[in-house]
């Protein structure tokens, strides 16, 4: 028995504890899988704002927080969950820091990975359960790192989708449908993963004889009741319905630069294979050994515990890809809702073909220190010129002061502390401007609906002390805007550049 004060009472207490939960499998199996989730994403600490989003959620969190309503005078084209979420943090830790949602995304990696652990073990036993969680864990930073440290949107949401894809597994199908309802809710894409629920449905009804409308209702039910509670009782159904569902639709469009997107997708797609090239080795090797068999000679697909299948991952693995794909944007961070299918099927081709653990673990590991350490060194240089720039800007405004960000980096706001004059934080509402689709379709006329009469409004009320002008040479620069040319022309001067960011200040009159 250890003698120090505290060790003794703790060593005590677990002698009590039951046999099953001292050396039972999840006890082992979650203390490690927690110091692996906080390692790999320790370096999301460093750095006071990862990506655009972030700066966006926490200004939306701030918006709330002063008592504006969402999807009214606090817009944008994402479901409610997160950024409830971060007003939430910030209600309890105050608004100056992200470290508590940094917090929270690691908990909502180390859930995904136990979940994933969960599926696994139920296919293919202890090892291969504890193989998954780890290895999400050591892929999960598999990106760029402004898309997997920071505490943004499929972060969230992955937790949802594994404990729909578990749920259906089991046959639970309401709370599969809750669990749909939960990552649809935290983003629009989530639900493609009622995808593998209903052809998990459709799989048990034929093996099972289940009778397939009463699941379905409930899966359907569990869908429809949690979105329609958030949006007629905790939104404007009105404002949920369009800015969550119709009034993305030239923002989700196929106009722009093919090219721009071809080179967006392969890439993003070339960094992930990187990441995932260990489990590809299994996964590739097995595809190869089925081709070979004769034909009726390899076995049917071996049912699990939960009673799944291999073409149940590859259904998962199919609606994360049309998951990716809508928009036809191709972000990084869009590519993480492929990574828990791609884990298990790696994770079941090891298992079914009897690979060693071990080179698949050790690279996968070698790859995730590299990812790691590229976090650590990451140059950041258009955030850090978002960070010059609000300083700027607090030094030369009052707390009580308005700005409006002409740009697509609405973090300045969040850094400066300053309140946004509008509700659009960022150009893309009021031009149709996306990064990831180049200069077509750009300009006044294909705005989001009214758009530019509720901007007018706000700024008539009470114009910005400070304008920060972000487009650079972008095809939403103010020569090219003429609304923004005349008002900067018209009210004020400069008096501020950092690279090719221009601060302006009102000129009273």
């Known amino acids: 028995m250890p003698r120090d004060p505290i060790s003794r009472p703790l060593a005590a207490l677990a002698a009590r504890l039951p046999q099953r939960l001292r050396t039972g499998y999840w006890t082992r199996l979650v203390p490690a899988l927690a110091a692996l989730a906080a390692l790999t994403h320790a370096p999301s600490f460093v750095r006071p704002v990862w990506s655009p989003d972030e700066g966006y959620l926490a200004t939306q969190a701030r918006m709330l927080a002063d008592g504006g309503v969402l999807y009214d005078t606090v817009v944008d084209r994402k479901p409610p969950l997160l950024p409830w979420l971060y007003e939430a943090a910030f209600w309890v830790f105050g608004s100056l820091s992200l470290w508590p949602l940094r917090v929270l995304a690691i908990v909502a990696h180390l859930a995904t990975a136990l979940l994933l652990a969960s599926v696994a073990r139920g296919r293919w036993g202890d090892r291969a359960g504890a193989a998954a969680g780890a290895l999400y864990l050591l892929v999960s930073i598999g990106l760029s790192p402004e898309d997997t440290q920071a505490a943004t949107f499929e972060v969230f949401m992955l937790p949802a989708m594994v404990a729909a894809f578990r749920y259906a597994e089991r046959r639970r199908w309401l709370a599969a449908g809750v669990a749909t309802a939960v990552c649809a809710l935290t983003k629009q894409t989530g639900g493609a993963v009622l995808l593998p629920v209903l052809w998990m449905l459709l799989q048990d009804a034929r093996h099972r004889g289940v009778r397939r409308p009463a699941a379905l209702g409930r899966v359907l039910a569990g869908f429809a009741i949690p979105v329609a509670l958030v949006a007629v009782i905790l939104t404007k159904p009105g404002g949920f319905l369009f800015w969550v569902v119709t009034g993305s639709g030239d923002y989700a469009s196929f106009d722009g630069s093919v090219l721009l997107m071809a080179g967006r997708a392969l890439g993003n797609a070339a960094i992930l294979a990187a990441a995932f090239l260990g489990l590809a080795v299994p996964l590739l090797r097995r595809r190869r050994a089925l081709r070979r068999a004769a034909p009726g000679a390899s076995a049917p697909p071996r049912r699990g515990a939960a009673g799944g299948s291999v073409s149940d991952l590859w259904v998962f693995l199919a609606s994360a890809v049309v998951a990716v794909c809508t928009g036809f944007h191709f972000f990084g961070h869009y590519y993480l809702q492929l990574m ?125 002390e400070i304008v920060v002008d972000d487009s650079g040479t972008s095809p939403y620069s103010p020569v090219r805007i003429p609304r923004i040319e005349r008002l900067l022309d018209a009210h004020y001067q400069m008096v501020g550049l950092t690279g090719d960011t221009v601060i302006y200040r009102l000129v009273r009159r």
């Open 340 to 464: 828990p299918p791609l884990v298990l099927l790696g994770v079941g081709a090891a298992s079914a073909s009897a690979v060693r653990w071990r080179p698949v673990l050790v690279y996968s590991a070698v790859a995730a220190t590299a990812f790691w350490g590229l976090a650590l060194a990451w140059p950041g240089h258009r955030l850090d010129r978002s960070a010059k720039v609000a300083t700027a800007v607090a030094e030369q405004t009052g707390p009580g002061d308005t700005m409006l960000v002409w740009g697509m980096h609405p973090e300045m706001y969040w850094l400066a502390d300053r309140r946004p004059a509008t509700r659009y934080l960022t150009a893309g509402f009021l031009t149709n401007y996306s990064g990831g689709k180049g200069d077509r379709q750009v300009g006044e006329a294909y705005s989001v609906q009214d758009a530019w009469k509720t901007f007018d409004r706000e700024l008539s009320r009470n114009l910005p």
